[in-house]
């Protein structure tokens, strides 16, 4: 009864556990229910499908509970070198994926996260009197629900296609290649197919937003959340899915190569795919609660309130009808975006994983 | 990062706080006011542009700003600090501006950050330590202010009317007068931080007589009807301020005279009015700035920094002297720049080649550096004598 439960050990998951760690408990205090005791397990395997080399994310793009030192201070400390500290200053600067995995791991051991991975699936948490029960392996107070996404989103129309693979599986490119969707994983597919000799097609319905990070910078901070979180349950659901529209950051290193081959005519825009060799579904994630089977049992089982495909949170990720203050049960990751807009980014982990480290800490029995 | 307002205000107030500390050391240890009064209006112009301008117009605010906006407040404040008349020295002023700007992009870029998890996404509050900062500052204020006020010397106001002197002051008072007040017969000022404010002092041999005594203010006084000085100040520091000297045409009487003060901090003679006498504003071993100053009739020298002087001659308006306009003497240096020099004459009772009616002059080794200034009929221009020189910016 008196330790706290993370469902998922992707990078959500261990945000919140190396917040929990900071925060003083002790490995033994925090059970991580994933089959993967790989916080990475997840997200590398898709990085290196996109042969992605850099982080949208910037400094404070990582796991660590406190914001500075980044990893821009850090590669500074580590190698000698300043440049990592000047671009950071005028947020130019985005770390390698190298160093990403690297810090992951290194914190992975110093936090004791192994000790604190139970290797299973949970199927199911419900609510009971003082807590929560996970699946069969005892009752938690304090429980985040860390699941990630819900799966790859393909097209329905290009499902069963033999010639459609979806961004984040890996794979290789034809001559010709449709690339479909307009976002950061998309942007990057059309370099790499370019940069494979490959002519490329881009499909898209709308033109993508170019911006440095997925919202616009004032959504990371209570600047841009007070209104948000003010704003009425219609307007919260069609900001949000305006602000989740495709985007990809602004710059040479996506314009130049695109502009050039466009003038070899390698490189053009269609509203369909047209018999190209290769589809590559640069489509993303399923979207919506209800695609998370466990998400979807708890808000079946309880019935929790939602909105469109929103489950609807507290502004610190708990969901209200579960979490008092003896209690709690939050959401992190995709799935807390009605609490911040960009949850699915490590800043939004953060903002998560924080609040519940305040909530477990302000609990008068833990 | 993206503050909210009452985040830029407690990271603003935070950031303060070192500083403030430093400014009461400071202020303790040089006993002066100015460190206070520089972070005050350093802080005040903090908050009035967080929630003026950078909260309007600052939705987002990278890292790379700090150093224009800094060099923004910068000047902003070195404006007020300087037409508010804060003393503050330049150089230390611009030190201290400098080191509270690191400390605050440091407090806010690295130590708030580490100290507080959600620093940034709480757009820079402080949470219950900002709402402590926020109270503890008018209180701060408060209590500097009331210190302040305890510190300073006692008031004294002398009624409209005729009071006999000489008034001799040997303790830290402020002397202020009201239109109609009058002193017959000088006041002697024995002591430190001594201000003399809207008094008309008549007679007497020295209007006016400073002798060892720091922080001595004259202000808006006006001296007549004296057979020596109107303002002797000997062994202080002193800053005297729109002042008018009535020094009329008596053989010995001079305006302003400050001498053997070169081991005290620098005086200043500014806005002042000089009529007659035999020199309007002399200064003998001393560190003085005459500014602003107009120096009219005077038979001998209307403006002279002497004996090893050093100081600033500088936008003042001397009119119709005899022999010599501004002096520059005996091993001083000066810098006389963008004055007014008009109608300096000969002196006839004179057979001293050097009082042939020089605008400026540098005598005996004294190095004079004379920018900008408008030289209008007089009998000759620039003068040097007895290996006193002249430079140029």
Known sequence: MSRCAIVGGGLGGFVAYATLRHGGLEPGEIAVFDPDPDPLGAWLPRAAAIRQRRMRSESDGHCHPRSFPGLAPRETYRTGNLAPLVATICNRYRPTVGDFVRHVEELRDRTGWDESVVPCRVGAVRAERGGFAVDGHGTFRHVLVATGHPGLAVPEELRGDPRAVHAYEQHGYASRVAVVGAGMAAATEWLNALAAGAEVVSVRRREPARRPLNLPRPLFSKRGLAAFHRSPAADRVELLTTLLEPSYPPGQVWDAPLAAAAGEGRFRVAASVDGEEQIVCATGFRRGFHHDPLLRRLVEEHGLETEGRWLVLAPDGAVPALADAERTLAVAGVAAQWAYPAADTLVGMKYVARRFLHRVRSCPTR | ?393
């Open chain 2, 1 to 393: 990062m993206s503050y909210t307002l009452r985040g830029r205000l407690e990271s603003r107030l935070a950031a303060s706080v070192l500083p403030f500390l430093a400014a009461c050391i400071l202020a303790l240890a040089l006993s002066a006011w100015w460190p206070l009064e520089l972070a005050g209006a350093m802080v005040a112009i903090g908050i009035a542009l967080d929630v003026l301008v950078y909260h309007r117009l600052l939705q987002f605010q990278p890292a790379w700003l700090s150093v224009p906006l800094g060099v923004a407040e910068l000047a902003l404040t070195m404006a007020v600090v300087r037409l508010a008349g804060v003393e503050a020295p330049l150089e230390p002023a611009l030190w201290f501006f400098a080191c509270s700007w690191v400390v605050a992009l440091l407090l806010g870029q690295a130590g708030l950050p580490a100290l507080r998890l959600s620093y940034a996404e709480d757009g820079g509050e402080l949470g219950r330590g900002g709402a402590a900062l926020s109270l503890a500052a008018p209180v701060a204020l408060v209590g500097v202010v009331a210190v302040a006020l305890a510190g300073q010397p006692p008031t004294l106001r002398l009624a409209a009317g005729v009071h006999e002197g000489p008034l001799v002051i040997d303790h830290p008072l402020t002397l202020v007068g009201r239109p109609g007040t009058v002193v017959r017969g000088g006041i002697v000022v024995r002591a430190d931080d001594v201000t003399l404010r809207d008094l008309h002092v008549v007679g007497g041999e020295d209007g006016i007589d400073v002798d060892e005594a720091d922080g001595v203010v004259i202000d808006r006084v006006t001296v007549s009807g004296v057979t020596l000085d109107a303002i002797r100040i000997r062994r202080s520091s002193a800053t005297v301020r729109d002042c008018t000297i009535l020094a009329g045409s008596a053989p010995h009487v001079q305006g302003i005279d400050i001498s053997f003060s070169a081991h005290r901090t620098m005086s200043l003679v500014d806005g002042c009015t000089v009529l007659g006498g035999q020199e309007g504003i002399v200064t003998h071993s001393a560190e003085v700035v005459v500014r602003d100053n107009r120096v009219v009739g005077t038979s001998l020298r209307a403006i002279t920094m002497t004996e090893m002087s050093m100081g600033a001659i500088e936008d003042n308006e001397v009119r119709s002297a005899r022999g010599v306009g501004i002096y520059c003497g005996d091993y001083s240096h000066c810098e006389i720049e963008d004055n007014h020099v008009i109608g300096t004459t000969p002196d006839r009772d004179s057979d001293d080649p050097s009082r042939g009616g020089y605008a400026i002059q540098s005598h005996f080794h004294a190095v004079a550096t004379v920018d900008g200034n408008r030289l209008e009929d007089n009998a000759r221009e620039l003068g040097g004598f007895a290996g006193g020189s002249f430079g140029e910016h």
